[in-house]
């Protein structure tokens, strides 16, 4: 999360009413403020007035400061009401405008966020020993704005917008447990929609709509920091969940200096889901159904995409360096087809087959980190080379089909010895199918010449030994000391 959007984020979390331990009104106050704290910010009201029941705070501001950045955010005026069931109503205004600035290396950033609800209700209550917070709105929206002030020039990359229809949200908090939070909610529709022009004038509009959409999330906010806060790291916070929906639309639409370009999508369910551990950040993407038609420069016709399945995740170290820490990467692209009319620019006789493509790759591992992620931004700021030295690789799946051939491989490494270029040891197994099959129908159609394919036949029997009709495998070891062998022949 860029640092100029905590206060944007945390608003909405103020919104939301997260983590009264009481049900009276001082009380939910109280405990805001030390949710706040825990994120390494002060909470606080320029007045707070408590008459018959209602407790109204004026000027609410936010502050944080985050290493050399310093985040200012205010909130307007809030109402905190006990009802006669002991349950507190907190009222939100309509409309409900937060600006924030960031001063950091010379360079203003300024914030404004701007949430416009309709009929919204937040009540506060007991419930079995959990405090819950029932919310429901019939729309809920945000905007945000962003200006950078540098140099006597300002730059404002655009608005986003973000807004939710018949949302039903409800937020937990268990009263024996220190700390901990969950919250469920459920929304019929959610579009993002945002507007972008550089200084070159080129302008980019998209727009992404989900319905029936659904989320899940628990977590733990942690102590309050002891010390200053630098990152994300510092915070203490853990939080695992995720976000479905049953359908989106994508639409990407700009002019550049090659002229417009366009692109159409959708996708007939998906999944989000993150996950923040003490020593990862782990997050995962995955799309299916999915259709696209794109349009760009120079380019005689539409390209029509249509996939059973766009996935991707990530998973990066989090905390102080001096240990090892895991690492993972997959992408999945899954029955990709391409329509007819593009094959036909490319392969107008049909010689390669057509079937769905697939690209699946499955990596984790473990590194040494040099440096904190999210914890140092002046470190980060001012890194030389990687952030870490690799020290152990799994290649779980490698998978690649295309045009009637068919590639495989796993395999584990090691690297035992720091060093600028790192050598492995271990092995990784290699299987290709078809692939003598496409190269000669990639002669065929004239991209490549007699001689270079027999020149990559020749090379690809030197390393892998033929199991099959046009099967061969591989294994390839890389040794201590440097040396590579494939199947027991030494490369290296």
């Known amino acids: 999360m860029l640092k100029y959007t ?31 704290s825990r994120f390494g910010g002060t909470l606080t009201a320029a007045s707070e007035e408590y008459s018959g029941g209602t407790l109204t705070l004026t000027d609410v501001t936010y502050e944080t400061v985050m290493g050399e950045v310093t985040n200012t955010a205010g909130y307007g005026t809030l109402t905190l009401v006990e009802q006669d069931d002991g349950s507190v109503v907190i009222e939100i205004p309509a409309t409900v405008e937060t600006t924030s600035v960031t001063e950091t290396d010379g360079v203003s950033i300024e914030q404004t966020m701007r949430m416009i609800q309709d009929g919204l209700t937040v009540v506060a209550r007991e419930e079995d020993g959990t405090r819950t917070y029932d919310m429901a709105a019939d729309s809920i929206t945000v905007e945000i704005d962003t200006e950078a002030q540098a140099d006597e020039e300002s730059i404002s990359p655009g608005v986003v917008t973000v807004a939710m229809s018949n949302v039903v949200s409800v937020y937990r908090s268990d009263v024996d447990a220190d700390g901990a939070f969950s919250q469920t909610l459920a929304a019929d529709t959610m579009t993002v929609q945002a507007a972008m022009e550089d200084d070159t004038g080129s302008t980019v509009d998209v727009s992404y ?5 659904t989320s899940d999330l628990a977590g733990n906010y942690g102590d309050a920091p002891t010390g200053p806060i630098r990152g994300l790291s510092d915070m203490g916070v853990t939080y695992g969940g995720d976000m479905t929906h049953s359908g989106s639309t994508l639409s990407v639409a700009g002019d550049g200096p090659d002229g417009p370009f366009r692109l159409d999508g959708t996708s007939e369910a998906g999944t989000l889901a993150l996950d923040l551990g003490a ?39 989090v905390g102080a360096p001096g240990e090892e820490q895991p690492f993972g990467m997959t992408v999945t692209l899954r029955d990709l087809t391409v329509d007819d009319m593009l094959w036909g620019l ?21 590194a040494l980190m040099s440096v904190d992620l999210f914890g140092n931004p002046d470190a980060m700021a001012n890194l030389q080379g990687p952030p870490g030295e690799l020290k152990t690789l799994a290649i779980n799946q490698i998978l690649l089909t295309l045009a009637g051939a068919s590639l495989r491989g796993s395999g584990s490494l090691d690297f035992p010895t720091s060093a600028p270029i790192p050598e ?7 299987a290709l199918d078809g692939g003598f099959a496409l190269i000669d129908k990639i002669v065929a159609l004239g991209f490549i010449p007699v001689q270079q394919a027999a020149f990559v036949k020749g090379m690809a029997g030197a390393v892998a030994k033929p199991v099959g009709d046009d099967q061969l495998e591989s294994t390839i070891e890389f040794l201590p000391g440097g040396g590579i062998s494939a199947n027991g022949l ?3």
């Open 6 to 36: 905590i206060p944007g984020a945390a608003a909405l979390l103020l919104a939301t009413a997260p983590q009264a331990w009481a049900l009276d009104a001082q009380t939910v106050w109280s405990d805001w403020q030390d949710v706040y």
């Open 209 to 213: 709509g989900m319905t029936g959409i």
């Open 279 to 317: 020593d990862a950040l782990t997050y995962s993407l995955t799309s299916t159904g999915g259709d696209m038609v794109v349009q760009v420069p120079g380019f005689p016709v539409p390209v029509n995409i249509s996939m059973a399945e766009l996935a991707s995740g990530f998973q990066i170290p």
């Open 346 to 366: 490319f392969d107008p006789t049909g010689q390669l087959p057509r079937d769905p493509a697939t690209l699946i790759l499955d990596l984790d591992g473990t």
């Open 424 to 430: 492995p040891v271990g092995k990784i197994d290699l």
């Open 490 to 492: 030494p490369l290296k």
